[in-house]
């Protein structure tokens, strides 16, 4: 095998290939919008979902991402991961989760981490714009 590392085939696929690219109206009341930076290269994720607010499932995830490959990859996984999930079980994925699927090497863990931080922030704004419909 030579030096040079070569990105697993599920990251080109996804990169070449990204699933779920878009953006939702963020004043929408059913959307929860993440849109997180990445402190070690500048990197920054958008991640929208979409959620049926009686069931709290996710039905619809968009994101845009202008970053590495890495950090393409990873959120357009991230979309395809989390559809159809519940808040509770999305806010439980690790980035680690990630990495492993897409077999990225120890120095792209922090585009991983990025798709984590930004599921999180989608989940919690839109559980903010919940609670403040909730309390009008
Ligand atoms: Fe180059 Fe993130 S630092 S893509
Ligand atoms: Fe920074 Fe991938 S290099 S997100």
């Not at 697993?8 to 930076?37: A, C, E, M, W």
């Amino acid at each position: 095998a030579g030096s040079r590392r070569m990105y697993h085939p599920k990251v080109i696929d996804h990169y070449t290939n990204p699933r779920n690219v878009g953006s939702f109206d963020k004043k929408l009341q059913d959307v929860g919008t993440g849109l997180v930076g990445a402190p070690a290269c500048g990197d920054v994720m958008k991640l929208q979902i979409q959620v049926d607010d009686k069931t709290g499932v996710i039905k619809n995830v968009k994101f845009k991402t202008f970053g590495c490959g890495s950090a393409i990859a990873s959120s357009s996984y991230m979309t395809e991961l989390v559809r159809g999930m519940t808040l509770e079980d999305a806010a439980k994925i690790k980035n680690t989760e990630i990495a492993r699927e897409l077999s990225l090497p120890p120095v792209k863990l922090h585009c991983s981490m990025l798709a984590e931080d930004a599921i999180k922030a989608a989940i919690k704004d839109y559980r903010s714009k919940r609670k403040a419909t909730v309390l009008k």
